[in-house]
């Protein structure tokens, strides 16, 4: 026959890192002990979500290291995700259940105007609404091209003319900008 089943004597997580780890499992016999583990995620100022949980099976020994690795997703830059391992038994170990922490944060973002990539007014999705004085000199710097402005030029800023500039800024936007973010 199989050995009694065992009483857990502790469970310890020796390492973990947000995505790889290793537990011990400590037995008064040889019987067989069930590992519970379960990885949370949760985000700078939310709460704790399980993303997944996995058991085993261990028996024959007294003493147990089992490896864990689990990808619980890219922290985005800027942000701090928390990604948590509990490990627990069953029979429940004699020190309970054990929780690791770890503090994760994404890659710095990119600063916010590079050169070579268009600059914040000209992404804009809305020409803004103040003065023509202001939309004239959106539509005049170096990435938008004043040669596209149809008669009734913005060259000669009036009343009537703010219409057509509204249109040469979209048109503008639209062209100047990579993967299609500007205003349709």
């Known amino acids: 026959g199989s050995p009694a089943p065992a009483a857990v004597t502790g469970v310890a997580i020796l390492s973990w890192n947000g995505s790889a780890g290793s537990v011990r499992v400590t037995a008064d016999g040889t019987g067989a002990v069930r590992l519970r583990l379960s990885y949370l995620r949760r985000e700078d100022g939310g709460v704790s979500r399980e993303l997944a949980g996995e058991s085993r099976t261990l028996s024959g020994r007294t003493e147990y290291t089992s490896r864990t690795g689990r990808d619980l997703g890219r922290v985005p830059c800027g942000r701090r995700a928390h990604l948590t391992l509990v490990a627990m038994t069953e029979p429940a170990a004699a020190n309970g259940p054990q929780i690791s922490e770890v503090a994760v944060d994404g890659p710095a973002c990119a600063p916010p105007s590079r050169p070579g990539t268009p600059s914040p007014d000209v992404r804009a999705s809305t020409p803004p609404q103040s003065s023509p004085g202001n939309q004239l000199?959106?539509?005049n710097r170096p990435v938008a091209s004043t040669r596209t402005v149809p008669s009734g030029s913005?060259?000669?800023?009036?009343?009537?003319?703010?219409?057509?500039?509204?249109?040469v800024?979209?048109?503008?936007?639209?062209?100047?900008v990579p993967n299609g973010t500007g205003a349709r």
């Open 169 to 176: 800024y979209s048109a503008v936007a639209t062209t100047g």
């Open 137 to 139: 000199g959106v539509m």
């Open 154 to 167: 913005a060259m000669r800023p009036s009343a009537q003319d703010l219409r057509p500039s509204d249109r």
